[in-house]
């Protein structure tokens, strides 16, 4: 697996920026994907998750309501769609691919991170 986050940058609160996380490996179909994030001198902590079938979708309360998780297995894509932006969005976000089927928010589920994509919204 190799996974590429990308689409992050400088938007103002209220703004809108689409991630995404491809597979270039083309091997995370039958696997759950999460987006995390880590703000700077903070831990990482989970944002959202879905399950390879992409019925199953979870987000972090912090999120719900103004981000929205998809995936399209036959792009090998995964994509984290974040409207109403603020400042406390401001992070490095990374994508990663689960050892299950299963929809999770815990990190340790996870096996294979991506490079990460910042994000940062201005007041």
């Known amino acids: 697996v190799q996974l590429q986050a990308s689409g992050g940058g400088l938007v103002q609160t209220g703004g809108s920026l689409r991630l995404s996380c491809v597979d270039s490996k083309r091997t995370f179909s039958n696997n759950a994907v999460g987006w995390f994030r880590q703000a700077p001198g903070k831990e990482r902590e989970f944002v959202a998750t879905?399950?390879?079938?992409?019925?199953?979708?979870y987000y972090a309360d912090s999120v719900k309501g103004r981000f929205t998780i998809s995936r399209d297995n036959a792009k090998n894509t995964v994509y984290l769609q974040m409207d109403e932006l603020k400042p406390e969005d401001t992070a490095v976000y990374y994508c990663a691919v689960s050892r299950s089927s299963s929809a999770t928010s815990r990190a340790s589920q996870y096996r294979y991170w991506g490079q990460g994509t910042l994000v940062t919204v201005s007041s």
């Open positions: 879905i399950a390879w079938r992409g019925g199953d979708t």
